[in-house]
């Protein structure tokens, strides 16, 4: 516990130095936007690469994977029988929310957790390659169907190969499993730019923290703590009952994937609601709100983990 609650503090520290960054207006207002494109396009993908390519795949390709998937559906099912089937908020709506119940922050929070409490990146690795391959595709797709009344196969189904993130994880895993040494004249430069990613992306988070007030808008406050609610209560339990009971997990992977199910909602829910300007208001205070949330929920299941 004591490790667990250190290990968020360094995270914590990390997120108050790009706060105050931002509040004392040190950079520039869209600094906090280059450095996370640079953490996103560059860094977090070495980071993966240099990780993966070392990595157990085990870890990787057990049970893990479909223990994130059924978390998701699971949360994402009930929020749209509440929203969507009984109080009829509209498809483009629930869809949104729903999704903001079950998808995982696993680059900005997903990565510093499973450094600094788990001491392995490859533990968000599963959450990772589950919502970029499995959950996005289908997710983009409904948003185009409802937004432009029309469905763009090749833009939706190229999403996950044109994210750098898969492509980093990707051969990583390739050359891991091939068993390829990778000349150290190419390891190297790519382990100390992986090393950026991290502090990067946390003073980037801390610094869109500034300026937020949550819960404005009335009509969406219940739908906003519902999501909350499920993502950071609900999807944690029902982790822990599927890997538990459906998968079998090991203990070491039934806490990881407890904890890591904990984690607040991503913050590409917001950028995929602005771009198809669907519940932008709504998806934005999912995000805010599951972030403050989500330590305190972590903490807890740490706690009750042992």
């Known amino acids: 516990m004591l490790g667990v609650l250190e290990g968020f503090s360094i995270i914590g520290i990390v997120v108050a130095v790009g706060y105050l960054v931002a509040r004392l207006e040190i950079l520039e207002k869209n600094a906090g936007l280059v450095l996370n494109r640079f953490a996103f396009f560059i860094a977090l993908p070495a980071l993966m690469f240099v990780t993966l390519s070392q990595a157990d795949l085990s870890v990787i390709f057990s049970g893990r994977l479909p223990v994130a998937a059924v978390s998701f559906v699971v949360v994402a099912a009930l929020y749209g029988l509440v929203f969507g089937v009984l109080a009829k908020k509209g498809a483009g709506r629930t869809i949104m929310g729903a999704t903001g119940a079950g998808m995982l922050n696993a680059n900005n929070m997903g990565l510093p957790v499973s450094i600094?409490?788990?001491g392995d990146p490859a533990q968000v690795a599963p959450i990772l390659l589950f919502q970029l391959i499995f959950l996005t595709p289908p997710l983009l797709a409904s948003m185009d169907i409802i937004a432009h009344g029309r469905f763009r196969p090749r833009d939706v189904l190229t999403q996950p190969v044109r994210n750098p993130l898969v492509i980093g994880s990707a051969l990583g895993i390739a050359v891991n499993a091939l068993g390829w040494g990778v000349p150290?004249?190419?390891?190297?430069?790519?382990?100390?730019?992986?090393?950026?990613g991290i502090p990067l992306i946390l003073i980037s988070f801390g610094m869109s923290l500034r300026g937020n007030r949550p819960l404005t808008v009335k009509d969406q406050r219940a739908e906003t703590l519902t999501a909350v609610f499920l993502k950071v209560a609900v999807m944690p339990l029902v982790a822990y009952l599927s890997g538990?009971?459906?998968?079998?997990?090991?203990?070491?992977?039934l806490v990881a994937a407890t904890i890591l199910g904990?984690?607040?909602t991503a913050q590409n829910l917001f950028n995929y609601a602005a771009r198809y300007q669907q519940s932008v208001?709504?998806?934005?205070?999912?995000?805010?709100l599951s972030t403050v949330a989500a330590v305190p929920a972590m903490l807890l299941i740490s706690w009750l983990l042992h």
């Open 116 to 118: 600094y409490i788990f």
């Open 262 to 264: 904990g984690l607040p």
């Open 281 to 288: 208001v709504l998806c934005r205070d999912i995000v805010l």
């Open 244 to 253: 538990k009971y459906l998968f079998a997990l090991p203990q070491d992977d």
């Open 184 to 196: 150290e004249v190419i390891f190297e430069p790519l382990d100390i730019i992986g090393g950026a």
